[in-house]
């Protein structure tokens, strides 16, 4: 029977680590690190990751933004609130809640933020720090998937870990941070053929497909730590995770419920990587991670 890896409890001690860090910067910069989450439209399930946010921020000591704009809001009027954002001194980190509305460019958004308070790692150049292994701004999911590997004493250096999902939020840049701690790396998506085949190779397997229910038992090696990054909604409004988890729980050796795993250490690292831009920005003695 696998190890659950609790996400929830991991994420809480990230959390008071970030409220005592934030009293200390506030004593030495005269002002607390500075978040912004920019909503488009009323997606329901945006609009609550947004308040999760929000209220995560707020009970860490952070200065908390949300811009709430209109579902028709034009692509011109968005990218100007960006501009503000990226000249606003009170605010180091900011990030646009996806989806947007089809008359959006997704990537036109990403471009316009300014890389040092890009708290989500999207944009080109903290994109391409993590391609050269540097210092930087990494995405907040597959840094929680790292953090919760080292909270269960599973060390990737030398295994072999296989992401199913190629998305540039998460299969992407989780396959370049396991890659970079060591672990030999294979990246499976929707054309992989035979995939039992190539997941049963893993050691670490990181689901991240957005398909709920893709994994089985068949589809993992007997005591492998399995991460299920996938948070669909199911006709009942539940959450359900692409990995079926009473099917696997009896192989793996470890593994992340639905809700409770991942979702908890997203928000923990968007704070981490907030409280970071700010230490960046604000201090002269430490390097900027776009310098």
């Not at 001194?89 to 989806?99: A, K, R, S």
């Not at 399995?226 to 669909?232: H, K, L, Q, R, S």
Request: aromatic share 2%; proline share 7%; charged share 25%.
């Amino acid at each position: 029977m696998a190890k659950i890896i609790d996400g929830k409890e991991v994420a809480r001690g990230f959390r008071e680590g970030i409220a005592e860090e934030t009293k200390r910067v506030r004593a030495r910069y005269g002002r607390p690190p500075g978040l912004a989450v920019v909503l488009v439209g009323d997606d329901p399930a945006s609009a609550v990751y947004v308040r999760n946010k929000e209220r995560a921020a707020k009970e860490v000591g952070f200065h908390s933004e949300v811009h709430r704009l209109p579902a028709d809001t034009t692509q011109q009027a968005l990218l100007q609130l960006l501009d503000q954002l990226n000249r606003a001194e009170e605010i180091d980190g900011y990030l646009v809640q996806l989806p947007l509305p089809p008359q959006i460019d997704p990537q036109a958004v990403v471009r316009a933020i300014d890389p040092e308070k890009d708290v989500d790692g999207l944009t080109p150049v903290q994109a391409g720090r993590l391609l050269l292994g540097v210092q930087g701004l990494r995405p907040c999911t597959p840094q929680g998937v790292m953090e919760l590997l080292r909270s269960a004493g599973v060390e990737p250096d030398g295994k072999e870990a296989v992401v199913v999902g190629r998305s540039a939020i998460v299969g992407k840049p989780m396959a370049h941070l396991l890659l970079g701690a060591g672990a030999t790396v294979t990246i499976a998506h929707s054309h992989t053929r035979n995939l039992p085949d190539v997941t049963r190779r893993a050691d670490i397997l990181v689901v991240a497909a957005g398909r709920a229910g893709l994994i089985g038992s068949e589809h993992v090696k007997p005591g492998a730590a399995v991460i299920d990054v996938g948070t669909n909604r199911g006709e009942d409004g539940k959450l359900k995770g692409d990995v079926r988890f009473s099917e696997v729980e009896p192989v793996a050796g470890f593994i992340t419920p639905v809700p409770g795993g991942v979702g908890p250490m997203t928000i923990a690292l968007l704070l981490r990587n907030c409280l970071e831009a700010m230490k960046w920005r604000s201090s002269a003695s430490l390097k900027s991670p776009v310098s």
